[in-house]
């Protein structure tokens, strides 16, 4: 395989290589990429490199220390973007969503990663912030946002909610009551809307239980 971060610079391009190069020389310029070069936040930037490292453990595995090491990079570099969104007033909810997805493109490459997107980031950062919004149609668009930043198949792949998902489905049904309790039309439009993203997060149950 041939292989090229496209941060600037080639990780490694070679036509063939053994397990132990791609330990002792692939994954370790890899981690130097991420521990040098990579933003979280930059949606592009992650994507390319999520790529890559998919590439390297479908064709090698993830087994091995350096790999290892490669995936606390991943994860320190996560944490750090993270803790530094909020910091001087900034991180609103359109930045944090926006990290929200590209962080959650590693569901499933990298481990340990769903719990910082779901925990520190979501119910930490994101919910507050949704929270302080006034429950009104324009609310909604923001909140469809979150949505698109879950990664599809955590709704298509099954029949009930994600457990790390019910603090957000829980603003949904009051965000759903506060809306469905006006007679305007617009409201009564943003209720379905919110209603529809109950239905796909498997959770209109807790809608209708209200």
Same mark, same amino acid.
């Given at each position: 395989a041939v292989?090229? !971060?496209?941060?600037?610079?080639?990780?490694?391009?070679t036509q063939s290589t053994g397990q132990d190069l791609v330990q002792t020389a692939l994954i370790p310029k890899v981690t130097s990429v991420v521990e040098r070069c990579w933003r979280p936040?930059?949606? !592009?930037? @992650?994507?390319r490199l999520v790529d890559?490292?998919? %590439? $390297?453990?479908e064709d090698y595995g993830v087994e091995g220390s350096e790999w290892e090491r490669l995936n606390q990079a991943i994860l320190y570099k996560i944490k750090q973007c993270v803790s530094q969104i909020g910091e001087g007033g900034g991180?609103?909810?359109?930045?944090?969503? +926006?990290?929200?997805? !590209? $962080?959650l493109l590693w569901?499933?490459?990298?481990? +340990?990663?769903? +719990?910082? !997107? %779901?925990? @520190?980031?979501? @119910?930490?950062?994101?919910l507050p912030e949704l929270e302080e919004l006034r429950s009104e149609p324009g609310t909604v668009e923001v909140v469809e946002g979150v949505i698109r930043a879950i990664p599809s198949q955590w709704f298509d792949d099954t029949q009930v909610m994600v457990p790390e998902l019910k603090g957000f489905a829980g603003y949904l049904v009051r965000l759903a009551n506060k809306l469905g309790s006006s007679e305007q039309r617009s409201y009564k439009t943003a209720y379905k809307r919110v209603k529809s993203m109950l239905l796909r997060m498997h959770a209109i149950d807790l809608l209708k239980s209200k």
């Open positions: 292989v090229n !971060a496209e941060y600037g610079e080639a990780v490694v391009s936040g930059a949606l !592009a930037q @992650s994507e890559l490292v998919k %590439l $390297i453990s991180g609103g909810v359109t930045e944090c969503t +926006g990290l929200l997805h !590209a $962080i569901d499933g490459v990298a481990s +340990g990663v769903r +719990g910082i !997107a %779901l925990q @520190s980031l979501l @119910s930490e950062r994101i």
